[in-house]
């Protein structure tokens, strides 16, 4: 069964610091990985999603990484800002049957003006 | 770009009344939806993939008859919560996968969520 971990689950950082959000899972075989931003009470904004055969995305300020035979994915987040602050979330897509989302529990983040 | 409405966004009721969540896809036809539960400061928890016109696919501890699931057309699913409970209060989100395409490389696209409170 896949297993997403996500570290750290929250992270506090002064605006204009760059970051790195950490997401690994157990079962390399992926389709794809989608990062999800989570604003409280509020459902989810898909930010990027990288097919299993890519190694990154770029939106902007976001950059999103895989390295699929380890199990892991960074978020990297260039000069972020207050209204960055919310939660983090990674899923992964299996193969198979199932072929569902699986979520890691999220990294909170709060940028501080 | 697609968009997925969910109704209502918050729902306060007695217990034991039963409570109906839309899920519509206003702007692609989605063949399967996705229903699933978050709790406080949790991640979200898959309960149902649905299908239109065929019935859905629960997983593992989720009770069918609780939580019925109807995708009668492409662009829209409905959850109902029967006979709802205080263990029932919780946020409730739906996801939409488009047709055409690849599988694979079709992002899911998440409704607002609806939080459901039972007194």
């Known amino acids: 069964k896949q297993e997403v971990t996500q570290i750290p689950a929250a992270l506090s950082v002064p605006e204009g610091e760059n970051l790195v959000l950490n997401c690994s899972f157990t079962?390399?075989?992926?389709?794809?990985l989608q990062w999800f931003r989570q604003d409280p009470g509020k459902g989810l904004t898909s930010l990027l999603l990288?097919?299993?055969?890519?190694r990154e995305q770029t939106s902007g300020r976001l950059n999103a990484s895989l390295d699929k035979s380890s199990g892991r994915s960074t978020l990297y987040i260039a000069a972020s800002q207050p209204g960055d602050s919310a939660t983090y979330l990674c899923a992964v897509k299996g193969t198979g049957s199932a072929r569902q989302l699986t979520f890691g529990s999220g990294t909170q983040l709060t940028v501080l003006p | 770009g697609a968009v997925v409405s969910q109704h209502p966004s918050w729902v306060i009721c007695k217990s034991g009344t039963s409570v109906k969540i839309e899920c519509r896809s206003l702007d692609f036809q989605a063949t399967t939806m996705f229903w699933y539960r978050q709790f406080p400061k949790q991640s979200l928890m898959l309960m149902a993939t649905?299908?239109?016109?065929?019935?859905?696919?629960?997983e593992q501890g989720v009770e069918k008859d609780k939580f019925l699931i109807n995708h009668a057309s492409l662009t829209l699913s409905t959850l109902t919560v029967t006979s709802a409970h205080p263990e029932d209060s919780s946020f409730y989100i739906c996801?939409?996968?488009?047709?055409?395409?690849?599988?694979?490389?079709?992002?899911?696209?998440f409704g607002d969520g609806t939080r459901l409170s039972i007194l």
């Open positions: 079962d390399s075989a992926i389709y794809n």
């Open positions: 649905s299908n239109e016109g065929s019935k859905a696919t629960y």
């Open positions: 996801s939409a996968l488009g047709q055409g395409g690849s599988y694979s490389n079709q992002p899911q696209h």
């Open positions: 990288i097919q299993s055969s890519q």
